[in-house]
């Protein structure tokens, strides 16, 4: 059987993978599903060291059980398949996808419509985030906004400084869009200073070639840079 590679250089699978689940892996990704008995028809490997494989694949939350598969008498045959962690290794292309849309509606004059779509995502998780942190103060309500920020896929980190407190961004999930407009950062921060109770200031920006957005908390809203940023970022 001929192999040509589902991952590219800069994939993620692989890591802390052998070269024969990244194969297993491949494989399940190609059929959708299959069983023992169609594993081994196309990797030389023994019964059981394939079972071990499937085994270490499923504890790592890479690969489950979708059902059985009965083939004429005797016992029915397990169906594997990827899981949703498992397909998240492989490349994928939403956000260059999403920066081309980004791109089209400004290009054609609907940067509108952008603007409009992030302040209705915004809008979608506003109650839900609020009462997250109605009942908390100080300390643990900052903590809870970072939280929150790093189950959006920020990475956030609450820093102490000399004046005060500092929220870090060490991840953009939105990359992709924010390379076009600077509009998501204007939504999500104006939330974040909602569930904060205070205002921010912008200390350094990743588009600006900084390795982290961070942002002074409490210091006055007239000077936050990121809510004045224009639309569309210098090229």
Do not use: W
């Not at 059902?67 to 949703?84: A, D, K, N, T």
């Not at 309500?141 to 929220?167: N, Q």
């Amino acid at each position: 059987m001929s192999r040509h590679p589902a991952s590219d250089p800069d994939s993620v699978l692989g890591a802390g993978l052998g070269e024969s689940q990244q194969t297993i892996l491949e494989l399940l990704l190609r059929s959708g599903e299959a069983t023992l008995a169609d594993l081994e028809a196309s990797l030389e490997l023994a019964t059981e060291t394939l079972r071990d494989h499937l085994k270490a694949l499923g504890a790592k939350g890479l690969v489950e059980r979708a059902g059985v598969r009965r083939e004429g008498p005797g016992r029915p045959h397990v169906v594997y398949r990827l899981s949703s962690a498992g397909l998240d290794l492989f490349p994928k292309r939403e956000g260059e996808l999403l920066r081309e849309l980004a791109t089209f509606l400004q290009d054609s004059g609907n940067v509108h419509l952008l603007e409009a779509f992030f302040e209705a995502r915004v809008q979608r998780k506003r109650e839900v985030l609020r009462r997250r942190v109605a009942h908390l103060e100080g300390v643990e309500r900052t903590e809870e906004v970072a939280l929150i920020l790093t189950e959006e896929g920020f990475m956030a980190e609450i820093e102490s400084t000399a004046t005060g407190s500092c929220l870090r961004l060490c991840h953009c999930p939105l990359r992709e869009v924010v390379a076009v407009s600077h509009l998501p950062c204007r939504a999500e921060m104006a939330l974040v200073e909602e569930l904060l109770g205070e205002p921010l200031q912008r200390l350094s920006f990743m588009p600006d070639g900084a390795s982290a957005c961070t942002y002074s908390i409490g210091e006055s809203k007239a000077t936050n840079e990121e809510l004045e940023a224009p639309d569309t970022p210098a090229n």
